[in-house]
């Protein structure tokens, strides 16, 4: 098994944390991971990106230029990533940031998530990366949702524990999302 | 505090820091450098938990300055950098080599030349293994490829710098100091090394001197022979080098620290598919393993050394292989870190 | 008349290899008898400089290290700071202290390090063979100012008492002279507080000492003291620029 995931968005938006959380999933699991945020001066434009790589072998570059996957959070990260998404791969978009009428590629399976409204429902728009985690997590089956979930309070840092509950929830909405009516056959994962 | 055996998720650079405490590292002077300033802020908050002392200074010249100092008491004492703040440590790593003091230095090199970028390189390989500074000195180099791999050559760099009272270099690029993986970690080290050569006062004992000064030739030229002799020795003890699949290789693949996790990986593929590929991995630049590479041509019809630089490595591979076989070079420059698909294109084009 | 010169116990029995009229002689014994009168030898490590002061360590017996030229101050920090309990100093000439080691005795200083330092000014550099250093006198010809520092090019001659004692941490500062048995007897008096400061863990101690270097002056021993007192002393002041204790009195 292998499989790559790419999750961008605006600084503050959680990108880095939902990367974290699979990451530290995916260990739980016994599987090879690597985790590698961008950093340095490029972050300060308020831009934030990372890189999630999984595999049952050794994983050669934690850097990926053609991702199987990737999460988009905002519409600059979908007109910068839409392109290097792998033939086949799948793109994750928040819907609320980025309309789908930007979005080009046909040859990739897409789904579009309102994560935002979806998160401000549960009490927090903080929690939308969660949301399309979830979302994620059901369409590949990366790591099992239950997995994630019990990782949350290795990945939370103590002044957001209280935002606990939800980003759990955040993380069941997305996967239900998928659940009614997106699942998809084939996630690209080999 | 993280319980021996329990798996963590960590930086690479962080993960260097807390092997460090566990391996008995008391003292830490650096100075913020993108890709690695996480160290020291690690540091800044541990260290002082088990009686440490970190000092951010004013420059990479003092850090490694006050790493020395601290040697001279015989306390265990590390720096971290990268690539350019490791060339104005060059000074104080000569005198270190020349007054047989131990240190570890840890470089999470970037691309260069110059002011250059904070992405990923190995491009500093000639500066840590051919000395980098002036004189006739070696610095022992470990090149960790995995943040596990980067807790348990920390902990041997303090035994070794102990054991031959030398510098030690961990080189690794910025990839390995951001990047998180899981990790375990190593018990804290309990026993304390005796340094009878540490200077803690002339007390009960006649007075002592550290120093690198010999004005008369043929004085200096005994010292400079007692370095060579335990570089010697440092070569016939401590190379350290992985192999794979080198048994009827058509080609075989040279590759350290991040070049060579990919490598690896393309290797892997490329055997799956039955091609005779094999792969060597120096894990010590210094000592290099130069006899295991000499016989390795000698069962190989070609080699491909793989590097994040212009070509550096390369040089030393081509020295063990003494044109016994080709040996072809392949390298990414800048803070680019190639594809495993971009290697496969690269060995099999030489199958 | 028998001339009883009796060696301070911190000093080897060695004859040392300074010019006839250079006042690194006289340093060295101030600062061995300073760390005699307050029992110091057995827990002392002092950081040797780059510089005529280099083999200190041929004639001091207490631990000695060496530091790169200008870094003494660090090494020094790096000593103080794993050790507490040693008694740690540097001894440091004007290029290395006032030039390629600024940076490092600003900052020590600046952090309030709980060591000492003995910084003898002979206006040139006297280990490379006379040149330009940051504290030349304008006008001073040396072997780099053929024609005498100019301030227009070179700059004014830097005032490193006055530049540490300016900083907020330092405990005590001051400046002192070896030319004649009274400065002489200031100068022993300001090396003894400077490193009681450090024994009593008050901060940092720094005291900078006017020096001749008749060598590189081309003068002979007695007109070199006579160049300290009649140039050096007005472009330098002695004073005690700083001192914690008095200044609460
Ligand atoms: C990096 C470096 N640059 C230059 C030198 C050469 N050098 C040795 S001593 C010295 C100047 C010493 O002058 P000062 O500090 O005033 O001491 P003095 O000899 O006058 O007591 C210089 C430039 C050196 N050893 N190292
Ligand atoms: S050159 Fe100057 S400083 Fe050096 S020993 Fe001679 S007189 Fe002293
Ligand atoms: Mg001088």
Request: charged share 25%; glycine share 10%.
């Amino acid at each position: 098994m292998y499989t790559d995931l790419m999750v961008s968005g605006f600084g503050g938006q959680g990108v880095l944390i939902a990367g974290r959380l699979l990451s530290y999933a995916a260990m739980r699991e016994n599987k090879h991971v690597t985790f590698f945020p961008a950093y340095g001066p490029v972050m300060r434009g308020g831009e934030a990106y990372c890189t999630v790589v999984i595999s049952t072998r050794l994983i050669g570059s934690p850097v990926v230029r053609n991702p199987l996957t990737v999460i988009v959070m905002n519409l600059p990260s979908l007109l910068s990533l839409e392109p290097r998404v792998k033939p086949g791969g799948l793109l994750i978009v928040n819907a609320d940031l980025a309309d789908r009428s930007h979005s080009r590629r046909e040859d990739i399976k897409k789904i579009f998530v309102p994560a935002n409204t979806i998160a401000e429902g549960i009490g927090s728009g903080r929690v939308a990366s969660m949301v399309t985690l979830g979302a994620y997590i059901e369409a590949t089956g990366a790591v099992t949702l239950q997995n994630a979930i019990s990782c949350l309070d290795k990945i939370i840092t103590e002044k957001h524990r209280e935002f606990l509950h939800l980003d759990e929830e955040a993380l069941n909405k997305g996967a239900e999302f998928v659940r009614a009516g997106h699942r998809l056959q084939d996630t690209g994962i080999r | 505090m993280i319980a021996v055996g329990e798996k963590v998720l960590m930086r690479g650079c962080e993960a260097m820091a807390e092997a460090a405490i566990r391996a008995g590292c008391r003292f830490y002077a650096g100075y913020p450098i993108t890709p690695q300033s996480e160290l020291a802020e690690y540091m800044a908050r541990e260290l002082p938990k088990y009686g440490g002392v970190f000092i951010q200074s004013e420059s990479e010249i003092a850090a490694i300055n006050m790493v020395l100092g601290a040697s001279v008491t015989g306390t265990r004492a590390m720096t971290s950098s990268s690539s350019p703040g490791i060339s104005l440590k060059q000074e104080g790593i000569s005198y270190l080599a020349a007054c047989e003091l131990p240190a570890v230095i840890a470089n999470f090199s970037r691309g260069g030349p110059g002011l250059g970028n904070i992405a990923p390189s190995d491009a500093d390989y000639f500066q840590a293994t051919k000395g980098g500074g002036h004189g006739d000195y070696r610095n022992i180099v470990l090149a960790p490829y995995s943040v596990q791999e980067t807790v348990e050559l920390t902990h041997l760099a303090f035994d070794l710098a102990d054991r031959y009272r030398n510098p030690v270099l961990i080189l690794c690029s910025g990839l390995i100091a951001q990047m998180m993986e899981p990790v375990e970690f190593m018990p804290f080290r309990e026993e304390k090394e005796e340094k009878p050569w540490a200077l803690r006062g002339a007390r009960g004992r006649p007075s002592m001197v550290i120093k690198s000064l010999y004005l008369q030739d043929v004085e200096l030229e005994g010292h400079d022979l007692k370095l060579q002799e335990k570089y010697k020795e440092i070569r016939e003890k401590e190379v350290r080098v992985e192999a794979q699949h080198l048994e009827g290789a058509k080609l075989v693949v040279v590759a350290f620290g991040t070049a060579a996790r990919v490598a690896a990986s393309a290797v892997e593929e490329v055997r799956e598919e039955g091609l005779p590929v094999g792969l060597i991995r120096p894990i010590t630049l210094f000592p290099f393993p130069t006899d295991f590479i000499r016989k390795a041509a000698e069962g190989t019809d070609r080699f491909l050394v793989l590097e994040l630089s212009g070509g550096q490595m390369v040089e030393d591979v081509e020295l063990a292989v003494r044109g016994r076989v080709p040996v072809e070079f392949y390298g990414r420059m800048g803070g680019v870190v190639p594809s495993p698909e971009e290697y496969l294109t690269e060995i099999k084009k030489r199958l | 008349m028998k001339l009883v010169f009796d060696r301070p116990r911190s000093m080897k029995d060695k004859p040392m290899h300074f010019c006839p009229g250079c006042s690194h002689g006289i340093v060295h014994r101030l600062v061995a008898e300073a760390i005699d009168a307050l029992g110091l030898r057995e827990r002392t490590v002092a950081v040797a400089p780059v510089g005529c002061a280099v083999f200190m360590y041929e004639y001091m017996d207490f631990d000695v290290t060496e530091a790169p030229h200008g870094r003494s101050p660090a090494v020094a920090t790096g000593i103080k700071r794993s050790r507490p309990d040693l008694f740690v100093f540097t001894y440091q000439g004007d290029g290395d202290i006032g030039a390629i080691g600024l940076a490092e005795i600003i900052s020590a200083a600046n952090r309030g390090e709980n060591f000492s330092v003995v910084f003898v000014n002979n206006t040139v550099y006297g280990m490379t063979g006379g040149q330009m250093a940051p504290t030349t006198l304008l006008g001073q010809r040396t072997t780099t100012t053929p024609r005498g520092r100019e301030a227009k090019t070179e700059g004014h001659p830097l005032k490193m008492a006055e530049l540490i004692s300016g900083l907020e941490a330092p405990y005590y500062v001051a400046r002192v002279a070896v030319d004649s048995p009274a400065h002489i007897a200031r100068a022993r008096k300001a090396i003894l507080r400077a490193f009681q400061i450090q024994v009593e863990e008050k901060g940092f101690s720094f005291v900078e000492v006017l020096g001749a270097c008749p060598l590189n002056w081309g003068l002979s021993p007695a007109e070199a003291i006579k160049r300290v007192q009649e140039e050096l002393i007005p472009c330098y002041p002695l004073e005690i620029f700083k001192d914690k204790e008095q200044a609460v009195m």
